[in-house]
């Protein structure tokens, strides 16, 4: 006997089932079960960037900016600041055709230096309101509101945020209800703030404390008309990263208790909901992703949250995997249960896909965006183009303001149609074998003897874990296909 396959019978002897093939099914390759009761070969593709649009005029960017998509004109806004041009905030148009990125001419809404500039488009008011504070000179925050026609736009009249308070560190905007829009700052604390619009005009409400220590946001997303989550950073005491969720009733602010989800040194964490992008279903749902405190420098962990009024409750972290923790963000994807994380990671931007079933969150394919692409906090979903704009500063080419668009990875391999792998080759519509759960499949090639494998989204076989379970290779070319359960 020179290995453990000597002592199984061939094929493993039993769960050897005909199907009728749907499509053309390649020996040793793994297959699907379809609602027909065939067997069908596993068809993806992997993650694909655009070609990416640098901003005219050598408009440059750095850590703060924003992105919002605009229903009415099916286009996305950015908003930043230029180093280029004094800090000054600006706006621009980017514009996916096919996969071509172009950004249009960037538009200055103040002529003072600021440290950070986010946006959020109301459907109802068919407005842009961006949110910017001065860096220096009372460090005050401001917001205008702005139509848009083509790549044209008419800015409002600017106002004070938090009552002309000044603001420190980072700020964040998020839809809340038609004609409204929240914002938080770091004001006594983290303070949040309604804003409504009407027209062009905009009016700032009564600001509520988030916290009361010294924190600033790191972001904040709505999951529901009237709800939000958001995130807590650094506290000058007991430091530790936070969430509180609160609701919204009219122009008024009620917050809950702040939740720590992770305790020491803080770091960037990203937040989203698909609720806004159009997957209204389930609601109160909201993804998360964060380097932890004190963690090791590579590591990123994600988690489900949820949200009833001013009470959340945080899912067990159930995704785990290599990353960098800077410039964070997170936008939703092209379905109800999938957000794209964004970060910076050496000298490198990379997007990873995560995906929920239930509270489990699972870590998907990871991109690699290029060299000197620093991911910049900002990522939102395209929904004309059916594809993500990622808006960063290209430190490979003098820091220049860029976007390019980044198509998910897709797939008929799900969490539960995996059916075993093909003996053999089988025509489509003719009948063959394949081996199931308990079987052997005897077709592999230059397997690792003892090493577990993993069936990934494109169909391929492979040791990564980020696909599902097969079995274990019991010598270079046979696979013991295990059970469901591993």
Same mark, same amino acid.
């Given at each position: ?18 199907? *009728?093939?749907?499509? !053309? ?9 379809? &609602? ?15 070609? +990416?649009? +640098?901003? /005219? ?47 249009? %001419?960037?538009?200055?809404? @103040? ?6 500039? *986010? ?13 910017? @504070?001065?860096?220096? &000179? ?19 009249? +600017? ?35 309604? *804003? ?27 999951? @529901?008309?009237? +709800? ?18 609160? =609701? ?6 009620? &917050?809950?208790?702040?939740? $720590? ?18 997957? %209204? ?17 590579? =590591? ?16 067990? %972290? ?41 509270? %489990?969150? !699972?870590?998907? /394919? !990871? ?39 980044? #198509? ?34 005897? $077709? ?27 079995? #274990? ?8 296909? @295990?059970?469901? !359960?591993?």
């Amino acid at each position: 006997m020179s290995n453990l396959s000597d002592l199984i019978p061939a094929g493993g002897g039993q769960n050897n089932t005909d199907f *009728v093939a749907d499509g !053309t099914i390649v020996s040793g390759k793994p297959v699907i079960l379809t &609602a027909a009761g065939k067997a069908a070969p596993i068809v993806g593709a992997a993650g694909a960037l655009g070609t +990416e649009g +640098e901003a /005219p005029g050598g408009a440059k960017t750095s850590g703060s900016p924003g992105a919002c998509y605009h229903s009415s004109e099916g286009t996305v806004v950015v908003s930043f600041n230029d180093p280029a041009n004094s800090n000054y905030p600006y706006c621009a148009v980017a514009t996916t055709s096919g996969t071509t990125v172009t950004l249009s %001419t960037p538009l200055v809404l @103040k002529s003072s230096a600021c440290a950070f500039n *986010v946006c959020a488009y109301d459907s109802t008011q068919n407005r842009v309101v961006f949110h910017y @504070k001065l860096n220096g &000179a009372g460090n005050y925050g401001y917001l205008r509101a702005a139509s848009l026609s083509g790549t044209t736009f008419t800015l409002g009249t +600017e106002i004070d945020a938090f009552s002309g308070t000044g603001l420190n560190s980072y700020g964040a905007i998020s839809n809340i209800a038609a004609s409204q829009v929240i914002i938080v700052g770091e004001v006594s604390g983290t303070s949040a703030q309604v *804003v409504s619009i009407s027209g062009s005009t905009l009016t700032a409400h009564t600001a509520v404390p988030m916290s009361s220590g010294g924190s600033y946001p790191s972001t904040i997303a709505s999951g @529901k008309v009237g +709800e939000f989550l958001c995130v807590l950073g650094y506290y000058t005491t007991s430091p530790a990263l936070r969430f509180v969720a609160g =609701t919204v009733s009219g122009t008024t602010i009620t &917050a809950g208790t702040e939740t $720590v989800f992770d305790t020491g040194l803080s770091y960037p964490c990203a937040v989203a909901s698909g609720y806004w992008n159009g997957h %209204t279903s389930p609601e109160s749902t909201y993804m998360t992703a964060y380097h932890p405190p004190g963690g090791a420098s590579d =590591t990123v962990l994600a988690r489900l949250v949820t949200v009833s009024g001013t009470t959340l409750t945080l899912g067990a %972290t159930t995704a785990t995997w290599a990353g960098g923790s800077n410039f964070t963000c997170m936008g939703w994807g092209n379905s109800a249960t999938q957000a794209l994380y964004f970060f910076r990671d050496g000298s490198n931007g990379y997007v990873t896909e995560l995906t929920y079933s239930g509270t %489990t969150v !699972t870590q998907g /394919p !990871t991109t690699d965006v290029g060299v000197g692409r620093y991911a910049s906090n900002a990522i939102v979903w395209d929904q004309t183009s059916n594809k993500a704009l990622l808006f960063y500063y290209q430190a490979s080419d003098n820091d220049y303001a860029t976007a390019n668009c980044f #198509t998910p990875s897709s797939t008929n391999l799900t969490a539960t149609n995996l059916l075993g792998v093909a003996s053999a080759a089988i025509a489509d519509t003719e009948t063959g074998t394949i081996n199931t759960w308990g079987s052997r499949n005897e $077709v592999q090639t230059s397997l690792t003897i003892a090493s577990d494998y993993y069936v990934q989204t494109d169909g391929t076989i492979t040791t990564s874990s980020s696909g599902q379970l097969i079995g #274990t290779a019991i010598s270079a070319t046979q696979i013991n296909i @295990k059970d469901y !359960t591993g």
